[in-house]
């Protein structure tokens, strides 16, 4: 189970960071949180996440900066990314793989992460 | 030369070659020797870009292709065994030294390819990209080098032209004026010219690598902004607050777009920033003094039209309207001659103003009610900036008083006339230097000479004695008037007569001049015997006077009348000959006194009687009287002069109306002087700005009242010269000490002569209008700064409140779905309750934040094909729990088909702001109706409810901002008064119109109508409302 690659969740709002990493966990994902964007590619670097979720207003470097920084390093040069943010965008920018606007249902997140990288692995095919 | 250095190339085309036993030829096609010879001549032959040639060792050409011979010139004859390869070095052989090096190294290491440059057969130099390799016989042994070229100049010069372009490029980058950014993809900065340095506060140092929206006060906004030309490639007019390092801020204007390459792939952005606020400053100033120049045009006493180089009326001030007693809308676009009785000469007035000739032509106004009215115009020529065609500003002043002054005047002079030709005595006029200026018939008559003879000569000269006459004349100065005085006129036969001097005066009772009389004595019998003469002269006299004139005896008989006096009162001269004077008024008292008066003082000046004429209403009258001795009876008689005044009486009293007006009731302060600059009057207003009173002002110069004596004289001295000034600034003392800063605008005054009058001067005192404006503007813009405030934090806060909903929400559908454990009937039933006010939260907090957008004019429409049906009936299953609980019947009407281009979710809050009303409005057991059908170009949305209705005279107001009907709030019906407001933008936005039916009690129909295909046209715009 170490080896699998985690999700990686970069959000400052707790609750928001929790209530994804509960739903995520809930259903078999390995999930690993930061709350800033610094955390989240000091984060990268150490785990190369399979696919990032990230908030794009963030204390520090905002979302943007945070997911070029961790697309540098070449392991994770071609990581998916889901933006959530309070800001509308109709069509995201074609930088990241899905962008939704909170509210949100917590069903999107899973749906998408599902799209984007598969079920999460079961304990039988480790 | 060479141009590369020496290179590896893959083994396959190693030293072992084709002798390494790899055939490149089937061996069946290969055959014998001639075959071969064939296959490789036809190989050689073949017309190519490629040039292939062998040498021997020594660089002697064994071996040329057909393609050779393209590229270098030279036939197979010419060179086969003649030429080397240093030949066609572009030095020629003796640059063959060096030259030798692709050859060796061919031969070290089996092949060399590079670039070298040679020269053509023509001298011209091509530059080649070349492959040299070695040609060994069967042993293996190198026998030759095998050459294959290609031209590459035309590829050499493209590199060079590109690497130009970019220099270029960067070269437009740096020497634009405008400031210039470029970024990455991401919005890093990678490049900002100078003035992008300037704006920002910030060397290219500082700001390359830094994310661009940082600078953005907006960072929010300027975050969308970003995706919004990542998404769409272009960003245009966006307006931003940058802050500088001094925490000061610019507004700019930013435009961008990003940076592909011909394959469509993302390189960079480049931005263009405008710096907006010296432009809004100027255009802040430039409204400001619009204003005011427009308070000034309509606060003048003079009226201005501007008029196009039609001849059509642009613009005029209220003045104008209350000349013409015409409103502005009808003025305006009509004809500026047509304003004027007189087209034609109004026409020549502009032709003089369009070539630049000044001066003024007074003009019949044309007035709405017919009245007369003179006004004095004139019209200068003037062009707006960028302005092409010129224009003509044309001013009018009202001269009507004074035109009917000089009528007066002239009217009295024929009436003194006629007075003075009336006397049986003879008369002269003298000024007060004894100067003749006037004298009758009679006095031509005594004398001998003509009138024109005597007028101009002095008084005593007509005298044998002129001393003694000096001498009556200085005691009639003294004394008023000197009587019976002996004289002998200077005539051959010296007439003696008998004369009185008296002084006149004018209307200020000021000496004018003198009045003698002079009667014969020295020929009574001679008057005896030229009686009849005499009396059919002085009979001529009075028949020719268009007065009405009478004779009337010490008992009150008309004794004679003339002609006039026959029309006038309707009467043949026999009937008139037999009344008793005072007959012939309604007021016979008033008559019958004016006789007595006449009889005892000798004369009347002015009586206003009424006169009754037969078979018509009276008219009103002046009556005027002179005494005289009737010939015929030796007895006293009077000759009265009786003359209509309506039309007088009417213009006085409009004048004095008018005057009053005008210096009463006008706000503008005005002078009035006479040619010499001496004030002659002045009104309230002026009175109150100079502190002094109106018998203080009266008679002084008129820059002794100002601060700077010179300027006001120059004013004077400029306004007498010019004809008129305006606007020019002069201080006012006053005698407290204090000084008022006055405009003003002045214009000389003339007679129907053209003789100077005076100068009419209008002041404004514009401190305090100066003050009001500066401080409206401050209060405007502070209004401004808390409304951008506001929405800056109604933006804001609605934004931060999306993230604690997601957790409210996010965890509410945790539960609700069993996550934690299984739920009890009770939790599920809290739960929905917490839900639906989640979700309530949630509308609200995107109400607020299109508002916000609304109101900060961001709102762009990202347009998707949507299924109307399908976008409606969602908002509806959204509202399914609030219409249980409202136990409402809803109708849904739902075309599955209708497609439309709009923008998805701010459709979504149209429908559900509309469902939402129809729901908190409509009581329970109420009925709403939701429909969408497509009809022609339109798609259209219908929401009716039978809920409480709003009151017609509310409806106009309905779709406004925060409004809320009466009734909604007597009911305190929840709500942010912020739906309809939404509904009329969204709708707009899409070129759409809303509009509503309702009436109290009965219901409301909304109705939406948005075309299916995206259009930029506005549907009709302020018919919101149709009730």
Redesign the interface.
């Known amino acids: 189970m170490s080896g699998r690659q985690p999700l990686l969740v970069i959000e400052d ?1 707790a ?2 960071r929790d ?1 994804i990493a ?2 995520l966990r ?1 259903i078999g994902y390995r999930v690993e949180c930061a709350a800033t964007g610094e955390e989240g590619v000091a984060l990268a670097r150490l785990e190369t996440p399979s696919l990032i979720i990230l908030d ?2 963030l204390p520090g470097i ?1 979302g ?2 945070a997911l ?1 920084e961790i697309r540098t390093a070449s392991p994770s040069r071609s990581v998916s990314a889901i933006v ?1 943010s ?10 990241v793989d899905a962008y939704i ?7 999107q997140i899973v749906d998408k992460v599902a799209e984007l990288i598969g079920p999460p692995q079961s304990e039988v095919m480790t | 030369m060479v141009r590369s250095s020496t290179r590896r190339v893959p083994d396959r085309r190693s030293a072992r070659g084709p002798a390494a036993g790899r055939s490149y030829v089937d061996p069946r096609w290969l055959g014998d020797v001639r075959r071969a010879v064939t296959l490789l001549s036809s190989l050689l032959a073949a017309p190519t870009d490629y040039a292939l040639f062998a040498t021997d060792l020594d660089g002697t050409i064994m071996l040329w292709s057909q393609g050779a011979t393209g590229l270098f010139g030279y036939t197979v004859p010419a060179v086969l065994g003649k030429l080397s390869w240093w030949d066609m070095c572009a030095e020629g052989r003796s640059a063959g030294e060096p030259d030798r090096a692709p050859l060796e190294a061919a031969l070290r290491d089996g092949s060399w390819s590079g670039s070298v440059t040679r020269s053509r057969g023509t001298g011209e130099r091509i530059t080649l990209s070349l492959v040299v390799s070695v040609l060994p016989d069967e042993t293996g042994r190198p026998v030759g080098l095998l050459t294959m070229s290609r031209d590459i100049s035309a590829e050499i010069s493209r590199v060079e032209e590109l690497e130009r372009a970019r220099f270029a490029a960067m070269a437009l980058f740096e020497a634009n004026v405008v400031p210039l950014a470029t970024t990455d ?4 900065i990678t490049d900002v010219n100078r003035p992008a340095e300037l704006l920002t506060g910030r060397s290219r140092e500082e700001l390359v690598g830094t ?1 661009v929206t940082d600078y953005a006060v907006e960072s ?1 906004r300027a ?2 902004a ?2 919004t030309l ?3 490639g272009r960003l245009t007019d966006q307006e931003f607050t940058v802050r500088r390092p001094d925490d000061s801020t610019v507004e700019v204007l930013l435009s961008a777009s990003a940076v592909t390459d011909q394959a469509g792939k ?1 390189h960079g952005l480049l931005a263009t920033i405008l710096d907006l606020s010296e432009q809004r400053r100027l255009r802040e100033r430039l409204q400001r003094s619009e204003a005011y120049y427009r308070g000034l045009i309509e606060a003048a006493a003079d009226g201005l039209i501007t008029v196009d180089a039609d001849g059509m009326i642009t613009d005029l001030s209220r003045q104008v309207c209350v000349l013409t007693g015409y409103g502005r809308d009808e003025l305006v676009g009509s004809a500026f001659a047509d304003c004027f009785r007189d087209r034609d000469q109004a026409r020549q007035l502009m032709e003089r103003g369009l070539a630049g000739e000044a001066g003024e032509t007074e003009l019949h106004l044309v007035t709405s009610d017919e009245s007369v009215r003179w006004v004095a115009v004139s019209a200068s020529i003037f062009r707006d900036l960028g302005d092409k065609a010129p224009r003509l500003v044309a001013s009018m002043r009202d001269v009507t008083e004074q035109a009917a002054l000089r009528d007066r005047l002239a009217r009295e002079r024929a009436y003194n006339r006629s007075l003075i030709e009336a006397s049986a005595n003879g008369l002269i006029v003298t000024d007060l230097r004894l100067l003749i200026t006037d004298v009758n018939g009679t006095i031509c008559q005594l004398m001998g000479l003509t009138r024109e003879q005597l007028t101009g000569s002095r008084l005593p000269d007509c005298f044998a004695d002129p001393d003694a006459a000096t001498d009556a004349a200085h005691r009639a100065l003294l004394a008023g008037e000197v009587t019976n005085c002996d004289l002998r006129l200077a005539t051959p036969d010296q007439t003696a007569v008998l004369v009185n001097v008296s002084i006149f005066r004018d209307d200020a009772g000021q000496p004018a001049g003198l009045l003698a009389s002079v009667r014969d004595v020295s020929v009574q019998a001679g008057l005896q015997r030229d009686l009849a003469v005499q009396q059919a002269y002085t009979r001529a006299i009075v028949e020719s006077s268009v007065v009405a004139l009478f004779t009337v005896a010490q008992d009150g008989r008309i004794t004679d009348v003339n002609e006039a006096a026959c029309e006038f009162t309707g009467y043949s001269r026999r009937r008139l000959q037999a009344r008793r004077f005072t007959s012939l008024f309604s007021d016979t008292a008033a008559a019958k006194a004016g006789l007595e008066l006449a009889f005892g003082d000798g004369h009347v000046d002015f009586l206003e009687l009424s006169l009754a004429p037969a078979g018509r209403p009276s008219v009103a009258v002046g009556f005027h009287a002179g005494m005289f001795l009737d010939p015929r009876t030796g007895q006293k008689a009077l000759i009265v002069a009786v003359r209509d005044i309506t039309a007088e009486k009417a213009t006085q009293e409009e004048l004095h109306i008018y005057s009053q007006s005008l210096y009463g009731a006008t706000t503008d302060a005005l002078l009035l002087t006479d040619p010499t600059g001496v004030i002659t009057d002045v009104n309230r207003s002026m009175e109150e700005l100079t502190g002094r009173s109106r018998g203080d002002l009266v008679g002084r110069p008129a820059e002794t009242c100002f601060t700077e004596r010179d300027r006001a004289h120059e004013f004077v001295a400029s306004v007498l010269r010019e004809g008129r000034v305006s606007d020019v600034e002069l201080t006012v003392r006053r005698p407290d000490g204090g000084s008022t800063v006055l405009w003003y605008s002045a214009a000389t005054f003339r007679d129907q002569e053209g003789k100077l009058q005076g100068i009419f001067a209008s002041a404004r005192d514009i401190t305090e209008r100066k003050k009001f404006e500066d401080l409206q503007a401050h209060m405007l813009e502070r209004a401004q700064d808390l409304d951008r405030a506001k929405s800056d934090f109604v933006s804001r806060i609605s ?2 409140l ?10 509410l ?2 539960i609700a779905e069993g ?1 934690p454990g299984p739920l009890t009937t009770e939790q599920r039933r809290m739960l929905d309750v917490i839900s639906r006010n989640g979700s309530r939260l ?1 509308a609200l907090i995107e109400d607020l ?1 299109l508002m916000s957008r609304i109101e900060a004019g961001t709102v762009t429409v ?1 347009y998707e094909l949507i299924r109307l049906g399908g976008l409606v009936q969602s908002v509806h299953n959204s509202f399914l729990p609030s219409i249980r609980a409202g136990q409402l019947n809803v109708r849904l009407d739902l075309d599955p088909s209708l497609e439309l281009d709009g ?1 998805p ?1 701010q459709l979504e809050r149209l429908v559900a702001n509309l469902i939402s009303n129809a729901i908190k409005f409509t009581p329970p057991g109420g009925e709403i109706g939701i429909g969408c059908r497509r009809e022609g170009d339109d798609a259209v949305v219908e929401v009716r409810d039978t809920g409480i209705g709003v009151p017609e005279e509310e409806q106009p107001r309905l779709f406004t901002r925060f409004f809320r009907s009466s009734i909604s709030m007597e009911q305190e019906t929840q709500g942010t008064g912020l739906g309809l407001f939404i509904v009329k933008h969204v709708a707009q936005a899409h070129s759409g119109l809303v509009t509503v039916v309702s009436a109290p009690g009965a219901g409301s129909a909304f109705t939406v109508r948005l075309p299916v295909r995206r259009s930029s046209q506005p549907y009709l715009t302020g018919r919101e409302v149709v009730a």
């Open positions: 709002d609750d928001v209530l509960d739903r809930g794009i207003l905002d943007w900066e070029r959530v309070i800001v509308d965008a109709n069509h995201p920018p074609a930088v606007v909170k509210p949100f249902r917590s069903s | 993809p991401l919005g890093s994310r929010q975050q969308a970003l995706r990542l998404r769409d993302l934004h931060e999306r993230s604690p909903l997601t957790s409210v929400l996010g965890y559908e945790l996550e949630l934040l990202q923008d979710a």
